[in-house]
């Protein structure tokens, strides 16, 4: 687009999107961890841990999302877990690719949500879907040797899971 005097005008679009992060946790204590099934992603090294979670599609609640991620993901019914948000003031900015090829800057607000499963980690079936891998269940105190995300950290503290130590 040129402008008045042969200036020249970029267009700019940024690129908003709502992650619901599931911090899943059982009545024995043991959370649910896995890694990136493809390598891509913001944090996505090969020994990187990821919580369930993923992007909320166009019309669809928070919670509609959560419970959508938990079953592509992991296999898991949350329907009868208490969930309640524990996080929503982590933002960051990234480039993403669209369809057509074109790089756009991408905001994402990320919604944690603590998930509170009523049974023992072993009464579950942990089925991996299209996006995690490795997907397991580990106890909370063990948190403190795997490598979490940048906001997975600042939940793990909040929460008071001990000091979780990572690389990044």
């Known amino acids: 687009m040129e402008a008045k005097g042969g200036l020249s005008v970029l267009s700019y679009y940024m690129l908003k999107r709502q992650i619901v992060v599931a911090w899943v946790i059982t009545a024995d204590h043991q959370t649910v961890i896995g890694n990136k099934n493809d390598g891509s992603g913001v944090w996505a090294s090969s020994d990187t841990i990821h919580q369930i ?4 599609d166009e019309g669809e609640t928070l919670l509609a999302a959560l419970q959508r991620e938990a079953t592509e993901e992991a296999g898991l019914d949350i329907s009868e877990a208490e969930i309640s948000l524990i996080d929503d003031s982590q933002t960051m900015t990234t480039v993403k690719t669209l369809p057509n090829g074109k790089m756009v800057d991408c905001e994402m607000t990320f919604y944690a949500y603590l998930v509170k499963l009523p049974q023992n980690a072993k009464e579950y079936r942990l089925v991996a879907g299209d996006d995690l891998t490795n997907l397991r269940f580990v106890p909370i105190d063990q948190l403190e040797i795997t490598k979490l995300t940048p ?4 939940i793990a503290k909040m929460l008071y899971w001990g000091n979780v130590a990572s690389s990044a």
């Open 53 to 56: 979670g993923g992007g909320v």
């Open 151 to 154: 906001p997975a950290i600042k």
